[in-house]
C-alpha cells in the first residue's frame, strides 16, 4: 500500500497549545550508559498491587533475574536490568509520593545475563497475555497500567490505537524508538492484531516526525498484514497524545466521561510497549531498560541514552555530562505533565521517559497574580472545560457544581496553567476538584 | 542539591503575563493618544496624565490601606487612567478628572477585590459618575484645532437636525469634530483594535459583533449614510475595541462572548434611537457587563465526551 493510502484523513479537534517542541535530541541516536555502580529498582512500577521482593540480601542477581512478583491480578513482575548483589531492601517514596520497598543491587559490571530466560511461544491469545505479564511491561507512555490488563478487556475491540503522538516538548524518546526499532514496533503490533484477532491498528503520530511515519509504512509495506496497518498524522499541537484525543483522532470515537478506551472498541498502546512486546517474544528478555531522553536548561550535553531500570537520575545526568547551571527543578518525564523530584537520588521507573534538569530560569518563568478571567485556559482545554470557573467553584466548596462542570473528565494535560498569564495553579485546582466530586 | 523545587505540572508556561497584556492595551491605545493631542491640543496630554497617575496613585494606596499587596506594577491601573481620560472633553477641570480615576480605582475595582474581581468596567463607571454629577463641563465639546467652545458632537446634532450639519466623512475618519479626547479618531482606534487582535490579546467576536449589530440596526432604521455616521461616532469604536472587551467584565467563551456584544449593540441602539440621550456606549456594556456571569452560565460549553441529557435518556 503507498504511504498515501495509509494515511488516514485528518480529524479537527478543539482546544490544546502551540508548546515549543524543543526536540533538541531527535537526531541523537541513542547511546548505552556504563553500568551505575549501585540501582534501586522499586517494587510498585505499575498501578495495582506493589510486588513482594523474592530475593534477600546477599543474593546473586544477573541481568533478567525476578527480584519481585505479585499474586494479584492487577500487577507486574519486575526484574534486574544489572548483574550484582542485592545489598539491601529499603523503603523508597515514589514520584507520586507513595512508599514503597526496592532492592538495592551493587553491581558487578559484568552484566551476566540470566540462563534461566526463555524465549516465549504464541499460539493462543492466553499465550500473548502471559508473555506479556511475565515481559514485566506496563503502560510506557507514563501512566504503568499493567499491560496484560489491558490488552484483554471484556469488551469487544475493533481498533489497537498505537500512541505515538509525541506531545510533550523535549521527549524524543518514543521517536528514537520508531527509528531505531521501527521493525519491532510493526512486529508487535502484528503480535497483537493477530492473537487478540482486532481488524485495524492506528498508529496516530504528530506531523512533526515525518522520517518515523516514512519508516513504519516502509516496514509495514513488506508485512503480510499490510492492509490492516493505518497511520494518523496530526498537527503537532499539544496534547494530541492524551488517550481520550488519541483514540478521537483515530476513530472518530468520543469516550464518554469516566470510561475506558475499551467502552468505545479500542486499545491505546504507547509505541514503545508494542516494540517491547516484539522484542521480549523475540529475545526472552523482559523489560529492564529503558531509552530515556536527558535534556532541560540545566544539562550539558542532552541525550537519549538505554539505562537499567533502577538506575539513579544523578547517574543518568552524570552520564549526559552533569549540570552546567545549578538546577532548580528536576522533572521525571515531560514539563507539561511530569512530576519534580525532591533529589536527583530517585531511580528510573520502568515507565520513564525522560529525565529534564531545568535552570532557575525556566524554573521560575513567572509570579502568581489574580485571574483577571482572560479565558484563555477555557479556549486551550481540550476537554472544553472551564477552568477558571472551576477554581471559583472549588473556592466555595460547590460539589453540586463542580460535578456539572465536568471536572472528572480532566486529563491533566496542563494546557489551562501553561497558557495562564497569572500563572494560576489550575492543574492543582483540578484534582482537588476531582477529589472533592469523587 | 537541597534547593530543588517541587510542584505540580506543569513546569513550563506561556510567555505572555497580566502585565505583558496590559502593556499590549496600552500600546494599542497609544495612536488615540497621539491622535488626541494633534486634534485637541496639549491640555489633552495633562488630562491623560493627571487621569493615568490619579488612577496609579488611587491603587497604591488603597492597596496599603486595605493591606494588600501592590498591585500596581501590572499596569491595569494605567489603562483604566487612560480609558477613562479618552473619554473626557479636553476641557474638563482637572480635579474633576481626578475624582472620576478615584472613583474607578477605588469604588469600582479595590473594594470588590482588585483586579480580577470588579463586575462593572471601572472606567466607564468613573464617566458615568463624572456624566452624573457634572453634567455640564461632561458636554461642553471643544471643536478640534480650535478653542472654540460649544461644538455638537456628531449624535447630538443628528438627533436634533438629522444628516443636515454632519462634518464629512474624512473628518469622521480622521476624527475632526467635537467629541472626547480619545473616541473621536477612528483611523487610530482601529490601528490599536488591529493590533490587539494581531497579538490576540482580544478576540475579534466582541468588536465585530457589537459593531456589527448596531450597524445592521442602524441600516434598517436610516439607511447606509446613517449607519456609517452611527458607527463611527459616539465612543462605539473606543467602547467595542477597548472596553467591552474587558477580560474581567465580559463572558469567557466564544458563544456567551457573542450573545453579549449582540446584546451591547442591541441597548446601545436603542437608548440613541428611543432614548433621551444621543450616546448609549457606556450604559450598554455596563448593563451587559451586570449581566456576563448570567450568560456565562447559560452559554457554557459542554465537556468532551458529555452527552446531551435528551440522548443520555434515549440512550437509557
Known amino acids: 500500500m503507498a504511504l498515501r493510502n495509509r494515511i488516514l484523513p485528518n480529524v479537527k479537534t478543539k482546544g490544546g497549545v502551540k508548546v515549543d517542541h524543543r526536540k533538541n535530541t531527535a537526531d541523537y541516536e541513542t547511546e548505552t550508559m556504563p553500568v551505575p555502580k549501585q540501582v534501586a529498582v522499586a517494587m510498585s512500577q505499575h498501578i495495582g498491587a506493589p510486588c513482594v521482593p523474592c530475593v534477600k540480601k546477599g543474593d546473586t542477581v544477573c541481568v533478567g533475574t525476578l527480584l519481585g512478583d505479585s499474586d494479584q491480578p492487577v500487577s507486574s513482575p519486575v526484574y534486574s536490568g544489572v548483574s550484582g548483589v542485592v545489598s539491601s531492601i529499603t ?5 507520586t509520593g507513595v512508599m514503597t520497598k526496592a532492592v538495592v543491587i551493587d553491581t558487578d559490571g559484568q552484566q551476566t545475563v540470566c540462563d534461566q530466560l526463555e524465549r516465549p511461544v504464541l499460539e493462543t491469545k492466553q499465550d500473548l497475555l502471559d508473555a506479556v505479564r511475565r515481559c514485566g511491561l506496563v503502560g510506557l507512555g507514563g501512566a504503568g497500567f499493567p499491560a496484560h490488563i489491558k490488552l484483554n478487556p471484556a469488551q469487544p475491540i475493533d481498533t489497537l490505537v498505537i500512541n505515538a503522538a509525541e506531545c510533550e516538548p523535549y521527549i524524543t524518546a518514543d521517536y528514537r524508538e520508531m527509528i531505531e526499532c521501527a521493525k519491532d514496533v510493526i512486529d508487535g503490533i502484528y503480535f497483537i492484531l493477530k492473537y487478540l484477532d482486532i481488524p485495524k491498528a492506528v498508529i496516530v503520530v504528530e506531523d512533526n516526525k515525518p522520517k ?27 496534547p494530541k497524545g492524551a488517550e481520550k484525543l488519541t483514540v478521537y483522532l483515530a476513530t472518530g470515537r468520543k469516550i464518554p466521561a469516566g470510561k475506558l478506551p475499551a467502552d468505545v472498541g479500542c486499545i491505546v498502546m504507547n509505541v514503545s510497549s508494542v516494540s517491547t512486546i516484539a522484542k521480549y517474544v523475540k529475545t526472552g528478555m523482559p523489560l529492564v531498560q529503558k531509552r530515556l531522553t536527558v535534556d532541560g536548561s540545566a544539562i550539558v550535553s542532552p541525550k537519549n541514552v538505554f539505562v537499567p531500570v533502577g538506575t539513579y537520575i544523578k547517574d543518568v545526568i552524570a552520564f549526559a555530562g552533569g549540570y552546567k547551571k545549578e538546577p532548580k527543578k528536576i522533572i521525571m518525564g515531560g514539563p507539561m505533565m511530569g512530576y519534580a523530584m525532591p533529589d536527583d537520588e530517585h531511580p528510573i521507573m520502568k515507565y520513564s521517559n525522560a529525565i529534564l534538569a531545568l535552570d532557575e530560569k525556566e524554573a521560575y518563568p513567572k509570579e502568581m497574580s489574580a485571574c483577571i478571567r482572560c479565558g484563555r485556559c477555557v479556549q486551550a482545554c481540550p476537554m472544553r472545560l472551564m477552568p477558571t470557573k472551576v477554581e471559583a467553584h472549588l473556592k466555595v466548596g460547590d460539589k453540586e457544581r463542580l460535578q456539572k462542570d465536568g471536572v472528572l473528565n480532566c486529563m491533566e494535560c496542563g494546557c489551562c496553567a501553561y497558557v495562564c498569564p497569572a500563572c494560576r495553579p489550575l492543574v492543582q485546582v483540578m484534582r482537588r476538584s476531582k477529589a472533592i466530586v469523587k | 542539591m537541597n534547593k530543588l523545587v517541587v510542584s505540580s505540572s506543569p513546569h513550563i508556561c506561556a510567555k505572555d503575563s497580566v502585565r505583558s497584556i496590559m502593556l499590549d492595551v496600552i500600546i494599542a491605545l497609544v495612536p488615540a493618544g497621539i491622535a488626541a493631542v494633534w486634534l485637541f491640543g496639549f491640555r489633552s496630554l495633562w488630562l491623560i496624565f493627571t487621569c493615568v497617575s490619579a488612577a496609579v496613585l488611587a491603587e497604591f494606596i488603597s492597596c496599603k490601606i486595605l493591606k494588600k499587596e501592590n498591585t500596581t506594577g501590572d499596569l491595569s491601573a494605567v489603562v483604566t487612567g487612560l480609558l477613562l481620560a479618552y473619554n473626557l472633553p479636553v476641557t474638563l477641570p482637572l480635579w474633576m478628572a481626578v475624582l472620576g480615576s478615584v472613583v474607578a480605582i477605588v469604588v469600582v475595582k479595590q473594594l470588590f477585590g482588585g483586579i480580577g474581581q470588579n463586575f462593572v468596567n471601572p472606567a466607564l463607571i468613573g464617566r458615568i459618575f463624572l456624566m452624573t454629577s457634572f453634567a455640564t463641563p461632561m458636554t461642553t465639546w471643544t471643536a478640534p484645532f480650535t478653542d472654540a467652545v460649544s461644538s455638537a458632537t456628531p449624535l447630538a446634532s443628528m438627533a436634533a437636525d438629522g ?17 472626547c479626547m480619545g473616541e473621536t479618531c477612528v483611523i487610530a482606534l482601529v490601528i490599536g483594535g488591529i493590533y490587539l487582535m494581531a497579538r490576540r490579546v482580544i478576540s475579534p467576536a466582541i468588536p465585530l459583533c457589537y459593531i456589527g449589530t448596531v450597524a445592521v440596526v442602524m441600516l434598517f432604521a436610516g439607511g447606509g449614510e ?22 474581567t467584565t465580559s463572558p469567557v467563551n466564544l458563544k456567551g462572548k457573542i450573545v453579549y456584544a449582540v446584546g451591547c449593540g442591541l441597548i446601545t441602539v436603542f437608548i440613541r434611537l428611543f432614548g433621551n ?10 448593563i451587559m457587563n451586570i449581566l456576563t456571569p448570567h450568560i456565562e452560565n447559560l452559554t457554557a460549553s459542554k465537556p468532551f465526551g458529555f452527552q446531551r441529557r435528551k440522548k443520555q435518556e434515549a440512550a437509557k
Not at chain 1, 516496514?219 to 493505518?230: P, V
Not at chain 2, 473628518?171 to 467635537?178: P, S
Not at chain 2, 440621550?277 to 455596563?286: D, K, L, Q, R
Open chain 1, 91 to 95: 523503603d523508597i517514596m515514589l514520584a
Open chain 2, 163 to 179: 444628516m443636515a450639519n454632519v462634518p464629512s466623512l474624512v473628518d469622521m475618519l480622521i476624527g475632526n469634530h467635537g467629541g
Open chain 1, 212 to 238: 518515523a511515519i516514512e519508516l513504519l509504512s516502509q516496514i509495514a509495506n513488506d508485512h503480510n498484514f499490510s492492509d490492516r496497518f493505518f497511520i494518523m498524522r496530526v498537527s503537532s499541537q499539544y
Open chain 2, 226 to 247: 446613517y449607519m456609517l455616521y452611527q458607527i463611527l461616532s459616539g465612543g462605539l469604536l473606543l467602547g467595542a475595541i477597548f472596553m467591552a472587551t474587558d477580560y
Open chain 2, 277 to 286: 440621550m444621543a450616546e448609549g456606549v457606556s450604559y450598554s456594556i455596563v
